[in-house]
């Protein structure tokens, strides 16, 4: 009879820790998911507003001698931009290079190029503006600072797509308020967990107490135990983002490892298993000050 007992409360314990480990392994996977997609959301913004760029177009002499003159004055005006604090680099695009490109991007022929009028393609300057710039307001200011100077013609203005950054910034800011929530819940979601499980071993932990047991000596095997459950939960939450994102990272073009990886793998762990042992101290503390009749509605 004592052999079945003993099997029974071991077959229930097993199956207690299995529900407890795989409650916290799937809570973290979905923080770490979330984490996962702010990390690289942000990473993608900053690829975006670090290939940002605007374009303005040099005025075309007219004069013979200043034609001559036209490609050192332009090449001096983009020498003096890279001074400007919104400039992250400058290229300067002559008529040839201007020529070159169009025939690229059109599939032009040589053939083709007799449809165009000779310097059709004007000389320009290719401003890649720094991503601290990158945004409508300033992108916008800079623009009519390029249009004040009397050696351009027009500015390719991309205030929109600047626009369109801002927003993508204000999404992230929006991920990282959800993730924060999310945490919340994760942390209220492995502690009732963990309550439940140190529920169903109340009696054993006032029976101990009843029979000279010290508090750190009743407390310390279920939070070793905890941590051990924590730490399995976040490695097995860790395995699965890991095979998510060997999967996935290749479809979507990205990376197979990012600095701050390192970040959502130590958040992972930490949040497992200092939830699991902050939890149950706490829920441990709690029916070693409960009196005995209290146990039974507790």
Known sequence: MSRSVEKLNRSRLRSSNFTVVVSIAL?????????LIVVNSNDYAEHLKNQFEIEAYFKQAKDKKDIEKEPQ????????????????KVEYISKEKALNIAKTQLGLKKEDLDLFEEGIFPPSVVITVKPSYVDSLRVDSITHVLESYEIIDSVNNTSGLA???QRIDKIIYWLVGLAAVFLIISIILINNSLRLKIFSKRFTIKTMQLVGAK?????????IQSFWLGLLGALIALSGLAALWYYAAPKLHLALWHDDFIYIIA?????GVLIAVISTFFASWRYLKLRTDQLYYS
């Open 163 to 165: 626009g369109i950054y």
């Open 73 to 88: 004055i332009q090449r001096d005006f983009v020498d003096s931009l890279q001074l400007k604090p919104y400039v992250r």
């Open 267 to 271: 958040g992972v762990i930490s949040v």
């Open 215 to 223: 508090r750190r000596f009743i407390i310390k095997p279920f939070v």
């Open 27 to 35: 809570v973290l996977f979905l923080l770490g998911l979330f984490a």
